[in-house]
């Protein structure tokens, strides 16, 4: 019985400077941690552009700068004096919330199209003529070799003829990835 005890008495004897030992080592772990951190930049700006290196360089999202964008989608906001404000899916959860909402200028070399939906009969008419012209559609080769009817026909339309609320498809020549304005060399707008 008096060995048991004994085991007891230095079992918590053990466990007691353990916790005392594993106590004063966490400490020391944490307090050399707060001065890494304080002798780094240690505002929310460093943190959020150390967190998007990360997820870039993990491949998880691509650089804007990397990117080279001649082309955007999204839904007019506001129109005034030849510009369109197109607030867009953004392009990375991480990019410039500012870039959301673009503004496009519309020049007189602007092509502007809107898109019709055909009636139902034609549209059938002309995927009956295609498949008895170049057969069953069998893949993408034979379908992009041989242009395929589209559901819709263009309407060229004046930028006074744009709604708010109207999606549209905004390209242009140059690259557009960090540019908040831009003038526009084409814009396609779907029917509501």
Do not use: C
Not at 53 to 78: M, N, Q, Y
């Amino acid at each position: 019985m008096k060995k048991v005890i004994i085991y007891i008495v230095l079992a918590l004897v053990f466990f007691a400077l353990g916790f005392v030992f594993f106590s004063f080592i966490t400490k020391l772990k944490t307090d050399n941690k707060k001065a890494d951190i304080n002798n780094q930049n240690n505002t929310y700006a460093a943190g959020w552009q150390a967190a998007s290196k990360r997820l870039v360089d993990l491949g998880v999202v691509r650089d804007a700068e990397e990117i080279d964008i001649k082309e955007i989608s999204g839904f007019v906001s506001e129109l005034g004096n030849n510009k369109i404000w197109v607030k867009i899916i953004p392009l990375s959860p991480l990019h410039d919330p500012d870039l959301d909402t673009r503004i496009i200028k519309v020049n007189n070399k602007t092509e502007i199209k809107k898109l019709i939906i055909k009636p139902l009969d034609e549209f059938q008419k002309e995927m009956k003529d295609y498949v008895d012209k170049y057969g069953e559609i069998n893949g993408l080769l034979e379908a992009t070799e041989n242009k395929l009817p589209t559901r819709y026909f263009e309407q060229k339309i004046t930028v006074s003829e744009i709604i708010v609320g109207h999606q549209v498809i905004i390209k242009t020549s140059t690259n557009i990835s960090q540019e908040k304005e831009f003038i526009a060399s084409e814009i396609t707008v779907y029917p509501k």
